[in-house]
């Protein structure tokens, strides 16, 4: 099992980038493929990117961030990252990090383990 937290959130203007951080608590993070999705104001939890749990890393984005976001991990920190560039206002929400168990990996309920979430703003 694993707890993660979220950091990096903020405000941004449109155009700008941010680097979100996610936290584990323990030594079996290695052992989870991991995915970043958000959820927008009044909107449902959607994917944003997923990686696989060890190098050499498969990578995966949705097609709304795919070219702008980037996803990536530090196993012996217990770290994962999403850079975000060229970022848009539609990319404002509320953004989560989690670790997948099984399934469609683009899909939330593939996934058992959740943080808090960071909040991501971003003005025209």
């Known amino acids: 099992q694993v707890q993660l937290v979220e950091s990096g959130g903020g405000l941004v203007q449109a155009g700008g980038s941010l680097r979100l951080s996610c936290t584990a608590s323990g030594r079996t993070f290695s052992d989870y493929p991991m995915g970043w999705f958000r959820q927008p104001p009044g909107k449902e939890r959607e994917f944003v990117a997923y990686?696989?749990?060890?190098?050499?890393?498969?990578?995966d984005y949705a097609d709304s961030v795919k070219g702008r976001f980037t996803i990536s991990r530090d196993n012996a920190k217990n770290t994962m990252s999403l850079q975000m560039n060229s970022l848009e206002p539609e990319d404002t929400a509320v953004y989560y990090c989690?670790?997948?168990?099984?399934?469609?990996?683009?899909?939330?309920?593939?996934?058992?383990?959740w943080g808090q979430g960071t909040q991501v703003t971003v003005s025209s």
């Open positions: 989690a670790a997948y168990r099984s399934g469609t990996y683009n899909w939330a309920p593939s996934y058992d383990y």
């Open positions: 990686i696989s749990p060890i190098s050499p890393f498969v990578t």
